[in-house]
């Protein structure tokens, strides 16, 4: 089935729009725009309303826009209201944590190849495969490509395609875990007296008043200008950077940027960076809800339970690495 831009762009914001309104007014206010968004997207995509993926074979331009400037374009938005002084002092237990995560992960690809016989169930390139999940799990799907070719996994069709099947739906998986588990973890947090704990999770997960602006035109005009303009100058000083041998990715030199923006006051002052931000957020969630075809699992056989059972391995172990470590230490849970 063919889709139109125009149609694939509707339906996305629609189901924002939907998700959103099923938050504010029905008993879905426990579960969150981020959360219902990825979960009525899927089944949308599933059904057929949506492409599941897109490929160099089978390209969605609109997907690909929202990767590669709607997503990024969304940090820079939402960083415009960070306070840099709050930010160094939660930026300990932020990377501290990141990083047993990482090595989290590490375990989780070694007790997932474990579980499933990697050698045997996988074949020669078992190991290849746990490094692809290892890197996408930690820094994101640029490393699962990049040791996929570097590896020669790609040559692997089969393989290679249920691969990013299942990343894909155990991304999807994880991230409704993430927005779930704080709630499901609150009381263990109260128990154990971490730095900071919701009482009302409604007013984190709804966001209503934080989340609704009143904007002029020209604060609408400048804040977008901000956002695809960072977003230009980011590309450019990382591809000059990258002449001089500095390799330093676009997003942390917009990140960058959003930081230093964001402690003017003038710019802190625009209306609309919030709102346009978390619409941004949301459509990127409905591209991942999309991406989780349980319909391309089954065309892969075996091949594809195994490769299940292996990354949903990894993501517990991680999981349990990550937030039992945030207990331990005390961290706050919406941080972990």
Do not use: K
């Amino acid at each position: 089935m063919i889709y139109s831009d125009v149609y694939v762009l509707a339906v996305l914001s629609g189901l924002v729009a939907l998700s959103e309104w099923l938050v504010r007014r029905t008993v879905f206010r426990h579960v969150g725009t981020a959360l219902l968004v990825i979960l009525l997207t899927a089944v949308v995509a599933n059904l057929g309303g949506l492409p599941t993926t897109s490929s160099p074979d089978a390209p969605v331009p609109v997907y690909d826009f929202i990767f590669a400037v709607v997503a990024p374009v969304s940090i820079l938005w939402l960083l415009l209201r960070v306070n840099l002084r709050d930010l160094l002092q939660a930026g300990g237990p932020i990377i501290a944590l990141f990083l047993i995560g990482s090595l989290g992960t590490v375990a989780g690809v070694l007790v997932g190849m474990l579980v499933v016989d990697g050698p045997r169930s996988i074949g020669p390139l078992y190991a290849a495969l746990g490094g692809m999940f290892t890197g996408t799990y930690i820094g994101g799907s640029v490393n699962f490509n990049a040791l996929a070719l570097a590896y020669d996994v790609v040559r692997d069709g089969v393989l290679f395609g249920g691969s990013v099947v299942v990343d894909n739906i155990i991304t999807t998986a994880w991230m409704v875990a993430t927005l779930a588990l704080p709630r499901l973890l609150l009381p263990l947090w109260r128990r154990r007296g971490a730095q900071r704990v919701v009482a009302d999770r409604d007013e984190v997960l709804l966001g209503v008043e934080d989340d609704t602006e009143s904007l002029h035109p020209i604060d609408l005009g400048l804040v977008l200008g901000l956002g695809f303009g960072g977003l230009w100058l980011s590309d450019r000083v990382s591809e000059r950077l990258g002449q001089w041998g500095l390799d330093l990715p676009s997003i942390l030199v917009l990140t960058i940027l959003a930081l230093f923006l964001a402690q003017i006051p003038a710019v802190g002052r625009l209306r609309g960076s919030r709102t346009l931000g978390m619409f941004a957020v949301y459509l990127f969630l409905a591209v991942i809800g999309a991406f989780c075809d349980l319909g391309a699992l089954g065309e892969i056989g075996g091949l594809g339970i195994t490769l299940l059972i292996f990354a949903t391995t990894v993501a517990v172990v991680h999981g349990v690495v990550t937030f039992g470590a945030a207990w331990l230490l005390g961290i706050d849970l919406d941080v972990a």
